[in-house]
């Protein structure tokens, strides 16, 4: 494959939530992916393969799902950190690290990946733009619905 094709249809990705709680419950509450569905609107599937493992489904605002197949390849709650490889419609990695932060938790989301889905591949010179916006739009819902899952205890 091209270079030119490989940095068309690679993302990175950082965002950072600030959230009142303790890391220990934030890393907690980030480590049970199976309950992501439960408080983080775009993510409508997650479904344990082994218990390292599992296939999760995602979708935001535009009209298409991702699914892929995710494995831990990092959970150390000493460092704060939790990495997962994916392969599927999105190959690459995400990883949260989760330190103190003013008044309670830094969260810090990175994700590094390939599309791999064809009908965005085929989209991506015109789309991207948009997808990054889609990404946003997911992250920012995903911040609220984590906080607002921890002020509920």
Do not use: C
């Not at 344990?48 to 390849?73: K, N, Q």
């Not at 939790?82 to 990175?110: K, N, S, Y």
């Not at 889905?117 to 948009?130: D, E, N, Q, S, T």
């Amino acid at each position: 494959m091209p270079a030119w094709s490989r940095r068309l249809h690679r993302y990175r990705f950082r965002s950072v939530w600030l959230l009142d709680a303790s890391p220990a419950v934030v890393y907690a509450v980030l480590e049970r992916a199976e309950s992501y569905p439960r408080w983080w609107p775009q993510v409508r599937a997650v479904d344990p393969i082994d218990d390292r493992s599992g296939t999760a489904r995602f979708r935001s605002l535009l009209p298409y799902d991702l699914t892929v197949v995710a494995s831990e390849r990092v959970r150390d709650p000493g460092s704060g950190v939790l990495e997962i490889g994916m392969r599927g419609d999105l190959a690459g990695w995400a990883r949260w690290t989760v330190v103190p932060g003013a008044g309670g938790t830094r969260a810090v989301f990175e994700q590094d990946v390939e599309v791999r889905k064809p009908l965005l591949r085929r989209l991506a010179l015109l789309g991207r733009p948009v997808f990054v916006a889609n990404h946003a739009l997911m992250m920012r819902a995903g911040r609220r619905g984590l906080a607002a899952w921890l002020a509920r205890g």
